[in-house]
């Protein structure tokens, strides 16, 4: 047996409109609302999970169920309730491994066929058939590495790019990039970590700090040490593949 603990992760801020597949490629999201999970411990190597309803499937619920805004993320959690659990979703209803998509079509249901909602979805646990520690070996009051906060390096830490933000601005455009570097670090197969943290958060190993323009001035107050560079645009930016020129082997640079 596993057990995942899972909050939610607030970020009702951020409208949330693209998703990147697994070409990196930016694509738009059903119009609808997202619940943003963390599991504690990662499933995997996913440790953020993301929920969308489409508005259609909203609708329908208001109309049939009277279920209203207030109580979506109740279904959202059992969203991430059935992946855990491994239970049979159709595999068009991802849009990457770590978004999962509820419409009419498909949706965790209760035995009436009315829509599952989750008792509290601000905190609750997942028990699985999946042969693992139980959540018991985890603490999991112990804060993710990103959020930890500034440490003391022994030089010998992974160089990390961040893409960063602060709760007043935090354009949707921030995740798409942070996606794509990620994308094309692990593509790559090198060795650099990419985070998406606030400003006020930022790790003692920061090599490079990606930013929306407006936060040119404060991205450099924070991080005076690290490669700054705030973009316009964040979307398929050509910056990526020449910062990540400095850590592919010579031989793999050449042919970029």
Excluded at 44 to 62: H, K, P, Q, S
């Amino acid at each position: 047996m596993r057990s995942f603990y899972v909050r939610r992760k607030d970020l009702d801020h951020v409208p949330f409109q693209y998703y990147v597949n697994s070409d990196g490629t930016a694509r738009l999201l059903d119009d609808g609302y997202t619940g943003v999970f963390t599991l504690l411990p990662p499933k995997g190597e996913i440790d953020t999970f993301y929920v969308r309803l489409t508005n259609e499937l909203i609708r329908d619920m208001a109309e049939r169920w009277g279920i209203l805004q207030a109580d979506l993320m109740r279904v959202a959690a059992k969203g991430v309730e059935a992946w855990l659990k491994g239970d049979p979703i159709p595999a068009d209803h991802f849009y990457g491994p770590e978004w999962l998509k509820l419409d009419l079509d498909w949706f965790p249901r209760d035995p009436d066929g009315a829509p599952s909602m989750a008792v509290d979805p601000y905190s609750f646990q997942v028990v699985t058939d999946e042969p693992w520690p139980s959540i018991l070996d985890w603490d999991f009051d112990r804060p993710r590495i990103e959020e930890l906060g500034p440490a003391r390096s022994d030089g010998n830490d992974t160089p990390v790019f961040v893409f960063g933000f602060t709760l007043e601005i935090f354009p949707a455009m921030v995740i798409v990039g942070y996606e794509q570097m990620k994308h094309k670090v692990e593509q790559a197969g090198l060795n650099v970590q990419v985070k998406m943290l606030p400003l006020d958060d930022l790790p003692a190993t920061l090599h490079s700090l990606f930013v929306p323009l407006e936060l040119d001035l404060a991205a450099r107050q924070a991080a005076p040490a690290a490669q700054v560079y705030p973009l316009a645009e964040m979307v398929n930016a050509l910056l990526y593949d020449h910062v990540l020129l400095e850590f592919k082997p010579a031989s793999m640079a050449n042919l970029t």
